[in-house]
């Protein structure tokens, strides 16, 4: 399989994708555009972006075709030793996950925008780029010349991001014999000795307690916009980390630039090398489901930080710091009262990754990363802190590239063959059940000497129950807290608050509800285009509090 890439007025995004493909002895050929990408699990449609699709012979005759599917082509090949398919690929997006083009640079993850054949999986791939004369190539893809690149087969080259620029900045390390490159596309004042002081440690540590690498390179892809933006997405040799704004990416937005970076690399191991054994191997044409997002992701969320406080790189408050939005992000979802993280794993190809309804699920980041915790604690206390979570991971690993598979049985059995006692209740209350995480909060932070407690949040709104949002000043209600005040108040999802007290709001809603406070409160709102008063009911014990964290 042979791709020549070009473009031409990237400002349009439009990407120039030319595939040929040996078609002797193939009857009907089956090209298949991936549903989706892994990282992210729902379903893509990244067909929707493909344009002008063609297919010609040697001598430009067209080629009839049909398309069975939103992605899937079948072309009759009869009585032909090769064809040509032609097509666009609108590339207007920019994430960890998509593929972008404008004046700066062309960004390909393949997985979005390149054909596989059903039949014959493991072909491999060359892909030649027409770029400008300055522009370097980086990806974990092995490079055969200037502009042309290599991979054994479509989960390889679908593994592989690609950034193609003349103004990135790119500098490598040597840790533990493997080579970390780092490269940064968009505007950004690099501090190099930050990253590699940082960097440096915490690779180390993940690469001890898994005991090696898979890979001898890896390659951190940093796309850093002017604006807010965090995302991230793991392959088995690079990851692309999408943040912003640029200014603040070695000042206050430094400490998420570590948590993501952290993240993203332990996925290496896991995902990657480790993965449930309903992913292996991928099948890009349709939902891969799985009820083990709690250790896909969860264990990640848990380890990244983790990793990042016992590497030294976070100190104790600054890892509190990130436990904080972790209880916040569990005690603020009314979903863990409905939704098992099982249950919600499953359901990531249904509505994981928007808010959806309203208290119906839960985030398997957020509830494994939780239970990661009660898992670690529950086998460090039963084995007086000789082992941990960590045991159990690297008996997950292969030692090598090669990759391994478990399921709900395989992974309880290790924990419990690591840690000597039972996981029962874990698996039946927390796992595959909705009960309180409190009291297993509790006790585990015990077993490291810390402690926790809610108290009462800065944004009076949320005393009431509340969550809103502001833009051009108009204030919406985005979440409503069950049994809250607010929720007995009727307040909804989506109303829009104009007034307090007949006193109109000017980015002030928490100020004033603070200055009523101990007064009868009438919420003015716009419900659906009706304006309507709510007399809003005193705060009650329900509330969106927030958590701090202590030694004992």
């Known amino acids: 399989m042979k791709y020549f890439v070009k473009y031409n007025n990237p400002e349009r995004h439009f990407i120039d994708f030319k595939l040929v493909i040996e078609t002797k002895d193939i009857h009907i050929l089956k090209l298949q555009l991936p549903s989706w990408r892994p990282g992210r699990y729902e379903l893509g449609n990244f067909a929707k972006n493909i344009k002008g699709f063609k297919v010609f012979t040697n001598d430009f005759q067209e080629v009839s075709f049909s398309k069975k599917n939103k992605d899937l082509w079948e072309i009759d090949c009869s009585n032909l030793n090769n064809i040509s398919i032609h097509y666009q690929y609108y590339a207007a997006e920019l994430n960890a996950g998509s593929t972008y083009l404008d004046q700066n640079q062309l960004y390909i993850n393949p997985v979005n925008c390149m054909f596989y054949n059903i039949d014959s999986y493991e072909l491999g791939y060359e892909v030649e780029f027409d770029i400008p004369n300055d522009y370097q190539i980086f990806s974990s893809l092995n490079q055969s010349s200037n502009n042309i690149l290599t991979?054994?087969?479509?989960?390889?080259?679908?593994?592989?991001?690609?950034?193609?620029?003349?103004?990135?900045?790119?500098?490598?390390?040597?840790?533990?014999?493997?080579?970390?490159?780092?490269?940064?596309?968009?505007?950004?004042?690099?501090?190099?000795?930050?990253?590699?002081?940082?960097?440096?440690?915490?690779?180390?540590?993940?690469?001890?307690?898994?005991?090696?690498?898979?890979?001898?390179?890896?390659?951190?892809?940093?796309?850093?916009?002017?604006?807010?933006?965090?995302?991230?997405?793991?392959?088995?040799?690079?990851?692309v980390i999408l943040l912003g704004p640029s200014y603040n990416i070695f000042n206050s937005f430094y400490t998420e630039l570590l948590g993501v970076s952290s993240h993203e690399l332990y996925h290496v191991w896991n995902v990657k090398n480790i993965r449930p054994k309903a992913m292996l191997p991928y099948n890009f044409s349709v939902e891969n489901y799985t009820d083990m997002g709690y250790v896909t992701e969860g264990v990640?969320?848990?380890?990244?930080?983790?990793?990042?406080?016992?590497?030294?790189?976070?100190?104790?408050?600054?890892?509190?710091?990130?436990?904080?939005?972790?209880?916040?992000?569990?005690?603020?979802?009314?979903?863990?009262?409905?939704?098992?993280?099982?249950?919600?794993?499953?359901?990531?190809?249904?509505?994981?990754?928007?808010?959806?309804?309203?208290?119906?699920?839960?985030?398997?980041?957020?509830?494994?990363?939780?239970?990661?915790?009660?898992?670690?604690?529950?086998?460090?206390?039963?084995?007086?802190?000789?082992?941990?979570?960590?045991?159990?991971?690297?008996?997950?690993?292969?030692?090598?590239?090669?990759?391994?598979?478990?399921?709900?049985?395989?992974?309880?059995?290790?924990?419990?063959?690591?840690?000597?006692?039972?996981?029962?209740?874990?698996?039946?209350?927390?796992?595959?059940?909705?009960?309180?995480?409190?009291?297993?909060?509790?006790?585990?932070l015990a077993?490291?000497?810390?402690?926790?407690?809610?108290?009462?949040?800065?944004?009076?709104?949320?005393?009431?129950?509340?969550?809103?949002?502001?833009?051009?000043?108009?204030?919406?209600v985005i979440n409503v807290l069950e049994n809250s005040a607010a929720f007995n108040s009727h307040l909804m999802e989506d109303d829009q608050i104009l007034a307090v007290n007949n006193y109109s709001l000017n980015n002030d809603l928490d100020k004033w509800l603070n200055y009523f406070n101990d007064d009868d409160i009438v919420l003015r709102i716009s419900r659906k285009g009706k304006i309507m008063d709510l007399k809003l009911k005193k705060e009650n014990d329900i509330q969106y509090f927030n958590y701090k964290f202590s030694e004992k």
């Open 447 to 476: 077993v490291f000497g810390w402690s926790f407690k809610a108290v009462k949040h800065e944004n009076c709104s949320w005393n009431y129950g509340f969550k809103s949002s502001l833009n051009s000043n108009n204030i919406k």
């Open 151 to 239: 991979a054994s087969n479509f989960e390889e080259l679908a593994d592989s991001p690609i950034v193609i620029s003349n103004n990135s900045q790119s500098e490598s390390i040597i840790v533990n014999g493997i080579n970390f490159t780092f490269c940064f596309q968009g505007e950004v004042k690099v501090d190099w000795d930050r990253i590699f002081k940082d960097f440096k440690l915490f690779i180390q540590y993940q690469i001890q307690v898994f005991g090696s690498f898979p890979h001898k390179k890896f390659l951190f892809l940093f796309q850093i916009t002017p604006y807010s933006s965090y995302h991230g997405v793991e392959h088995h040799k690079s990851t």
């Open 300 to 444: 990640t969320t848990y380890m990244g930080d983790r990793i990042l406080f016992e590497s030294g790189v976070f100190s104790l408050d600054q890892y509190f710091k990130e436990l904080q939005k972790i209880f916040q992000r569990h005690f603020h979802n009314d979903g863990r009262k409905y939704y098992s993280v099982a249950e919600s794993s499953f359901d990531t190809w249904l509505d994981g990754y928007v808010s959806g309804t309203p208290g119906r699920k839960v985030s398997i980041y957020v509830e494994g990363a939780l239970i990661a915790l009660i898992c670690d604690a529950q086998i460090r206390k039963a084995t007086k802190h000789k082992k941990s979570l960590h045991q159990v991971m690297k008996n997950m690993y292969s030692g090598s590239d090669k990759l391994t598979g478990y399921d709900r049985v395989s992974y309880k059995e290790l924990l419990e063959s690591v840690s000597g006692i039972s996981f029962d209740e874990v698996f039946r209350n927390l796992i595959y059940g909705k009960e309180d995480f409190h009291p297993y909060l509790v006790e585990s």
